[in-house]
C-alpha cells in the first residue's frame, strides 16, 4: 500500500527550542493533515493543506505543503511542555476517495 | 463546533460477550468512520460509510459489524472478539464525496478483550 515516511520517529527538546518535523511520499497527495494525538486520547487536527507550495499557521505552529505535492512540513516554535504528543501526518492520494493515508507519527519530548 | 463524541470510554469484554460501540456528529458530515489503534502505532482505517453506505470495508474479519443508522450516528458492533483485538478505536468524521475533506477524530474507546 501506500506510505508516508514521516521523519524523526521521537524527538528529544528543551523548553523554548524550535521542532520541525516531516513526511515524504513517492505519491502525489491532494490534501496533508496534521494531528496531534495525546495518550489514550484520539488525535486533534492542527492544520490542513490543501494547495502545493501552501504554507499555512495555527498559532505557533507553521505547515506547508510541498510543491512537488509528496511532501509536508510541521514547525513548531517556541515549545512549551504541553506540546508532548505524537504528532501524525495524514494526506489524501490524489484521485483517492476519502481514505488517509498516515505516517508512523513524530513523538516529541519536552524537557522544562 | 468539530466534536465526535464516543461511547463508551473504556470497555472490558470476554471473547463470548456482544457489545457495541457507538459514535456520534453534529457537523452534518455524510462520511463517518472507524479506525483501530494500537499502541504506538498510526490509526489503521476498517470502515467507512459514505452517505450512510458502506463504501470501504479493509478486509475487517466478520466479528466487526459496522452500522449507520442515520447520518448522525456510527456503531461498530462486536461479537467473539479475541484478545489481539484489544486497542483503542477512533471514529472520525468528514465531507463526504470527491475532494479534500478534513477528517475529525472523537476520543476512542479503549477496548480490552480478555
Known amino acids: 500500500g501506500q506510505q508516508l515516511n514521516q521523519s524523526p520517529q521521537s524527538m528529544f527538546i528543551q523548553e523554548g527550542e524550535d521542532v520541525s518535523m516531516n513526511c515524504t511520499s513517492s505519491?502525489?497527495?491532494?490534501?496533508w493533515l496534521w494531528y496531534k494525538q495525546d495518550p489514550g486520547e484520539g488525535p486533534v487536527l492542527l492544520i490542513a493543506?490543501?494547495?502545493?507550495?501552501e504554507l499555512t499557521s495555527n498559532g505557533r505552529l507553521t505547515a506547508q505543503f510541498g510543491i512537488t505535492r509528496k511532501d509536508s512540513f510541521l514547525n513548531i516554535s517556541a515549545s512549551i511542555p504541553s506540546d508532548v504528543g505524537i504528532y501524525f501526518c495524514?494526506?489524501?492520494?490524489?484521485?483517492?476517495?476519502?481514505?488517509?493515508?498516515f505516517g508512523k507519527g513524530t513523538k516529541l519530548t519536552v524537557n522544562p | 463546533d468539530t466534536e465526535v463524541t464516543q461511547t463508551p470510554k473504556h470497555l472490558v469484554m470476554g471473547m463470548t460477550n456482544k457489545k457495541s460501540l457507538k459514535c456520534e456528529q453534529h457537523?452534518?458530515?455524510?462520511?463517518m468512520y472507524w479506525y483501530k489503534q494500537k499502541a504506538k502505532k498510526p490509526p489503521e482505517l476498517m470502515f467507512v460509510?459514505?452517505?450512510?453506505?458502506?463504501?470501504i470495508n479493509e478486509s475487517v474479519p466478520s466479528r466487526f459489524s459496522p452500522e449507520c443508522p442515520n447520518s448522525s450516528l456510527l456503531n461498530l458492533h462486536l461479537h467473539a472478539l479475541q484478545p489481539e483485538d484489544s486497542a483503542l478505536y477512533l471514529c472520525?468524521?468528514?465531507?463526504?464525496?470527491?475532494?479534500?475533506?478534513?477528517?475529525?477524530f472523537g476520543p476512542g474507546t479503549r477496548l480490552t478483550v480478555t
Open positions: 495524514a494526506g489524501q492520494l490524489k484521485g483517492g476517495s476519502e481514505k488517509l493515508v
Open positions: 472520525a468524521s468528514s465531507q463526504a464525496g470527491q475532494g479534500v475533506h478534513e477528517q475529525y
Open positions: 460509510y459514505s452517505y450512510e453506505k458502506l463504501s
Open positions: 505519491s502525489i497527495f491532494n490534501t
Open positions: 457537523m452534518g458530515h455524510r462520511a
Open positions: 493543506l490543501y494547495k502545493a507550495g
